[in-house]
C-alpha cells in the first residue's frame, strides 16, 4: 500500500519569505502527483498536478517538483502572503492505487503579517 | 471555471437514519469519485464511478454506503444506517479521464455529524 508523508505537519513564516513544503510516498512507481489547498472547514483546491513523466509544475509563485526515484516531491512557494495560510495537502496516484488517490495528512501554513 | 458541487454543505442526522449526499460533477467528466475526511485525519478513498458503475472501492465502503447516477448530471453517495463513526466531510471529485494521468477536481464538501 502506497503511503504518502508529508514534512512538517506545521509552519509558521513571516509575510514575504520563500518556503518549501515536503512529500514523500512509499512507492516509486506513481502516475501522478497532485498539490492541494484546503481552507479551514473547506473543500480541496487543486494547485498543480505533476504527471510521472514530468519534474516539476509552475503555476503564479508556486513550483512543485517531482524526484520519483526518491519518492519525494516539493511545492515550493514565492514570496508568502497571508492568503497562502491554509493546508497544503500531496496525492499520488499508483498503479497500487488503481484508479484513486493516496493523500498525505498535509502541511498547515501560517503566514503572518 | 467549470466546478464540482455538493450539497449540502452540512448535514446533521440521527444514527441509524439514512442520509443521501449530492454531487454535481463537472459537466464532461466521466469519472467520479467519493473521499471523505474524519476530522484531524487523512483523506480516504471511498468509491470511483465510471460508465454508470463502481469500477473500484476501498474497505471502508461496505454495504452501508452506495452510489447512484440517477441522471445526467447528478452523482449521490447514500450511507443506509448511520453510525457515530460515519462523522466526516465528505467530498465528491470528478476527472476526465482515468486519476492515474488526469487531474481530479474536488467539490467543497458535505460535512455529515452523526448524533
Known amino acids: 500500500k502506497q503511503e504518502v508523508t508529508q514534512i512538517p505537519a506545521a509552519l509558521s513564516v513571516p509575510e514575504g519569505e520563500n518556503l518549501v513544503l515536503n512529500c514523500s510516498f512509499t512507492d516509486s512507481a506513481i502516475y501522478n502527483l497532485q498539490w492541494f489547498r484546503q481552507d479551514p472547514g473547506k473543500g480541496l483546491t487543486s494547485l498543480l498536478l505533476i504527471q510521472s513523466s514530468q519534474r516539476e509544475q509552475t503555476s503564479g509563485r508556486l513550483n512543485a517538483s517531482l524526484d520519483k526515484s526518491s519518492g519525494r516531491s516539493t511545492l515550493y512557494i514565492a514570496a508568502s502572503q497571508p492568503g497562502d495560510s491554509a493546508t497544503y495537502l500531496c496525492a499520488v496516484s499508483s498503479p497500487l492505487a488503481g484508479n484513486q488517490f493516496y493523500f498525505g495528512t498535509g502541511t498547515s501554513l501560517t503566514v503572518i503579517p | ?115
Not at chain 2, 487523512?42 to 464511478?49: G, P, Q
Not at chain 2, 452510489?67 to 445526467?72: L, S
Request: proline share 3%; charged share 20%.
Open chain 2, 1 to 115: 471555471e467549470p466546478e464540482v458541487t455538493q450539497t449540502p454543505s452540512h448535514q446533521v442526522t440521527q444514527m441509524g437514519q439514512e442520509v443521501i449526499l449530492r454531487c454535481v460533477p463537472i459537466s464532461n467528466h466521466l469519472y467520479f469519485y467519493w473521499y471523505r475526511q474524519i476530522l484531524g485525519q487523512k483523506v480516504e478513498f471511498l468509491v470511483s464511478f465510471y460508465n454508470n458503475e463502481i469500477s473500484e472501492k476501498s474497505e471502508i465502503f461496505d454495504d452501508q454506503f452506495s452510489v447512484e447516477r440517477p441522471d445526467g448530471s447528478n452523482f449521490t453517495l447514500k450511507i443506509r444506517s448511520t453510525k457515530l463513526e460515519d462523522s466526516a466531510m465528505y467530498f465528491c471529485a470528478s476527472s476526465l479521464a482515468r486519476t492515474l494521468n488526469t487531474e481530479a477536481f474536488f467539490g467543497q464538501g458535505t460535512r455529515l455529524t452523526v448524533v
